[in-house]
């Protein structure tokens, strides 16, 4: 099954190719790598140069660390951008991402939907907070953990350009923190992750997603009120939807799948890109 994401307000993919991708951010455009983007690209890429404002330039083929290219006398290194009633910083860092992952709009709108005032989310591996900010303006209680300092330093200056407060911070391995919180006997209503494929974690120990991926949807699906929901992303080249869909098989009866599926955005140029993996699974009992 496929799910297409819709743009986020005031972004756009606007073509894809020849292992990059376009795309507009406010009224800053970028050229970033992406290897899932084999095929060949509608414009010309010199098309691309005229447009944009900076290009990341990877250290080596593949690499994620690199540098970015000013074009066109661009100068801007870090500026806002809004979305779903949120404020967002943007920033050019050394590993090609911005601070916002833009397919994610399809989990933003689900979150807006979904909580209440009423109602626990937490959100592990949650970045730079997008999740986290849009999920406190519905007046929901909100957990935010990350592993990174700077990242949740990051975070928390986008709780302040949304002009909201009381998201609750933990600087921790979020799966060791969701098994603690299983421990704690503490419930969500909400429970968002978005783990890396790989990593180092915060004492120098190393992330698999595919060894650790069945332990943190079973810690994780422990930790659910009745009826609550858990949002998984995944983004590895090691794993596919059928090798995904036998791992939340392993979860009790009273697991209901309500998506399970590729995520997938067109660019305005008609092309297609695969942005990984997707699945909600809410407790019936």
């Not at 690209?41 to 000013?70: H, R, T």
């Not at 009633?85 to 601070?99: E, P, R, V, Y």
């Not at 005032?117 to 909100?142: D, H, Q």
């Not at 939340?248 to 799948?257: D, G, N, T, V």
Request: one cysteine or more; proline letters at 4%; glycine letters at 6%.
């Amino acid at each position: 099954m496929k799910l297409l994401a819709t743009f986020p307000e005031n972004y756009e993919l606007i073509d894809a190719g020849g292992g990059k991708k376009l795309e507009r951010w406010g009224e800053i455009i970028t050229i970033r790598p992406e290897h899932q983007a084999y095929f060949q690209a509608a414009l010309p890429l010199n098309d691309w140069k005229k447009q944009a404002n900076w290009e990341f330039i990877p250290e080596k083929e593949g690499a994620l660390s690199g540098q970015w290219k000013a074009l066109n006398n661009s100068q801007q290194r870090t500026w806002e951008i809004a979305i779903e009633n949120a404020q967002f910083q943007l920033s050019l860092t050394s590993n090609k991402h911005l601070g916002l992952f833009p397919e994610q709009q399809t989990n933003w709108e689900f979150i807006t939907q979904f909580l209440n005032p009423s109602k626990r989310f937490l959100n592990a591996f949650a970045y730079t907070g997008a999740a986290s900010v849009i999920g406190r303006l519905t007046g929901a209680e909100v957990i935010h953990c990350d592993s990174s300092k700077s990242i949740i330093e990051w975070a928390k200056t986008n709780q302040a350009l949304s002009e909201v407060t009381g998201i609750k911070w933990v600087l921790e391995d979020a799966l060791k923190f969701i098994q603690r919180e299983v421990k704690r006997g503490n419930k969500y209503d909400l429970i968002q992750l978005d783990p890396p494929a790989w990593g180092i974690g915060s004492n120098g120990e190393k992330w698999k997603l595919e060894e650790k991926l069945a332990e943190l949807i079973q810690s994780s699906y422990e930790l659910l009120h009745p009826k609550g929901v858990l949002i998984i992303n995944t983004y590895s080249p090691k794993l596919t939807l059928e090798k995904f869909n036998k791992t939340l098989q392993l979860l009790p009866k009273s697991a209901h799948i309500l998506t399970s599926s590729e995520l997938w955005m067109h660019t305005l140029s008609e092309k297609s890109l695969f942005y990984g993996l997707l699945a909600r699974i809410q407790k019936i009992k």
